[in-house]
């Protein structure tokens, strides 16, 4: 079985390790999607994958690497939509 997940993270991050940190263990589990940085200043996160790989994910994304300060975590339910990769955007 499939699942999707979309996160918004909210806190006192570096943008660059963080995508960084969340596409290496994307990578490492196998889900697809992407990360980005958006304008307000939350992290975007987007994850499809099998059940077991998202739900693995799911603590990475809230936790964040070392030093990161996350205040808020809003997780959404998504449509599967075939991604490819994982990728880190850009805006």
């Not at 993270?9 to 196998?30: C, M, R, T, W, Y």
Request: charged content about 35%; hydrophobic content about 40%.
């Amino acid at each position: 079985m499939k699942k999707s997940v979309r996160y918004f993270i909210q806190g006192s991050v570096q943008p660059v390790f963080f995508n960084k940190f969340i596409k290496e263990n994307a990578d490492k589990l196998g889900v697809k999607g992407f990360v980005r940085t958006m304008e307000d200043g939350r992290i975007e996160i987007f994850i499809e994958g099998d059940i077991d790989a998202v739900e693995r994910m799911a603590p990475i994304c809230k936790r964040g690497p070392e030093h990161s300060m996350i205040r808020n975590v809003e997780e959404k339910p998504e449509h599967f939509q075939g991604f490819a990769e994982f990728k880190v955007l850009r805006i």
